[in-house]
C-alpha cells in the first residue's frame, strides 16, 4: 500500500468512525482514555468469540473484579465458574495466570509494547498488537478477520484462507497510524458493520474510491477461501449415577486438555472409534438419544446412561440444587439436561436402581 493512498484512507476512516464508531463497553467514550485492563480482558474474551457474545460476560467480569488486581486475587474456580459458557476455556486459565503474573511481575502495569505484551500467557501477536494499539496508541496495526476481510478487498488480494491473513500482515506492517487506537477499532467496525462477509453494504462504504475490489465487482467473492477439512468424529460415554440421597456423581476434568479443570458428570474415554468404548453393561439404563456437541477441531458424541455404581476415580458427589456452584461447561449442562430428562420421564426408575 503506497503512502499517499494510506494518507487518504486513514484520513476518510476516520473520519467515518468519528460518526458512526460502536459503542462498546470496553472502549473509551471520545475524549477519555482507555482503559488498558479493560482492553486486556475484551481481547481475550474476543479471541474466537463475537463481540455481542461477549458484552454480558465482559460486564459481569468487571462488576465482580474491576480492577486487574481484584481479577488476580481470585480463585481459579472462581474464574472458572463467571466463565462457563464463553467456551474455549484455555483462554480463562491463560487470562487468570496473565493477571497474576502483571500483579506480581509488573506492578500491576499492563506492558504498552507488542513485545513486552508477547511475553505474557495467553497473548499471541494479533492480542499484543491490539492492545498496544487500543490501548497506548502503540503505532502499530492488528490483523484480525475483520481486518484481513476489508484490507483483501481494498487491495483485491487473491490470496485464499488462511494464507491471506499473513499477505495482509505484510501489506500494514510498514504503517505507522497515528491514533493507532482508533485506527484499528475503525477497521474493526467497518468489517462487522459494512464490510460484511456476505452481503458488504458498499453503498454506506466511506472507502469505495479507494476499494479495488469494488471497482473490479469482485468484492462478493474476496476473501478467496479454500474448502476446510472436514472434522473427525470422537465417542465416549457419559454417566449419572445418583443415590438414595440424591446426590450425583461428579468428576473434574484433568488440568491440561479441552475443557480443563471444569466440571461435569464421569464420561469414559473420549476415542476416535465407537468400537473402542467400553462394554456396555445390562444394568446401564440408557438415554434414548445421544448428545452431540462440536468442539474446534472436532465433533463429539455422547451417549448417556443411567447407573447405580461406577468406579470412576477423582470423582465426588452433590445434589443437582448445588450445580450451579460448579464450573459446568456448556456440554455438560446438555449431558446433565438430557439425563434429567430421561430421569424424570421413568416413575420409580431409581428406587429399582437402588433396591437393595
Not at 473484579?65 to 481470585?74: D, E, I, R, S
Not at 492480542?127 to 478487498?153: E, K, S
Not at 481494498?154 to 495482509?168: F, G, M, N, R
Not at 466511506?206 to 476499494?211: D, E, G, Y
Amino acid at each position: 500500500m503506497e503512502n499517499n493512498d494510506f494518507v487518504l484512507l486513514h484520513q476518510r476512516l476516520l473520519e467515518w468512525y468519528d460518526c458512526h464508531q460502536r459503542h462498546l463497553p470496553w472502549r473509551a467514550r471520545p475524549g477519555q482514555h482507555p482503559n488498558p485492563y479493560h482492553v486486556l480482558l475484551s481481547e481475550i474474551m474476543l479471541q474466537q468469540t463475537t463481540v455481542s457474545t461477549v458484552i454480558d460476560y465482559f460486564n459481569r467480569f468487571t462488576e465482580r473484579w474491576p480492577t486487574l488486581k481484584t481479577l488476580a486475587h481470585a480463585t481459579e474456580e472462581e474464574l472458572y465458574h463467571q466463565w462457563q459458557g464463553l467456551g474455549y476455556y484455555s483462554r480463562a486459565r491463560n487470562l487468570h495466570a496473565c493477571v497474576k503474573r502483571l500483579v506480581h511481575d509488573c506492578g500491576g502495569q499492563i506492558p504498552q509494547s507488542p513485545e513486552a505484551l508477547l511475553q505474557l500467557p495467553g497473548i499471541g501477536p494479533y492480542t499484543a498488537a491490539a492492545i498496544a494499539a487500543i490501548a497506548y496508541d502503540f503505532p502499530i496495526v492488528p490483523v484480525d478477520g475483520n481486518i484481513t476481510r476489508v484490507i483483501a478487498r481494498i487491495a483485491s488480494l487473491q490470496t485464499p484462507l488462511p494464507a491471506l491473513k499473513e499477505e495482509v500482515c505484510k501489506v500494514l506492517s510498514p504503517l505507522r497510524p497515528t491514533r493507532a487506537g482508533d485506527f484499528a477499532q475503525a477497521l474493526m467496525d467497518l468489517g462487522a458493520t459494512i464490510c460484511k462477509p456476505k452481503q458488504p453494504r458498499c453503498d454506506l462504504c466511506p472507502l469505495t474510491a479507494s476499494c479495488l475490489s469494488y471497482q473490479t465487482n469482485q468484492q462478493h467473492t474476496i476473501p478467496r477461501t479454500t474448502p476446510k477439512p472436514l472434522k473427525p468424529t470422537r465417542y465416549t460415554f457419559a454417566f449419572w449415577c445418583e443415590n438414595k440421597d440424591g446426590d450425583v456423581l461428579l468428576a473434574r476434568r484433568p488440568k491440561t486438555g479441552v475443557l480443563a479443570n471444569l466440571v461435569g458428570l464421569p464420561t469414559s474415554d473420549w476415542v476416535n472409534d465407537p468400537a473402542e468404548l467400553p462394554p456396555i453393561l445390562p444394568q446401564w439404563r440408557r438415554v434414548p438419544k445421544p448428545v452431540k456437541h462440536t468442539f474446534t477441531h472436532f465433533h463429539l458424541i455422547i451417549d448417556c446412561f443411567i447407573v447405580k455404581d461406577l468406579q470412576i476415580s477423582d470423582t465426588f458427589k452433590d445434589h443437582p440444587d448445588n450445580f450451579h456452584c460448579y464450573p459446568i461447561p456448556t456440554l455438560m449442562k446438555k449431558v446433565i439436561n438430557a439425563c434429567l430428562a430421561s430421569r424424570n420421564a421413568l416413575p420409580g426408575l431409581f428406587e429399582q436402581l437402588n433396591a437393595g
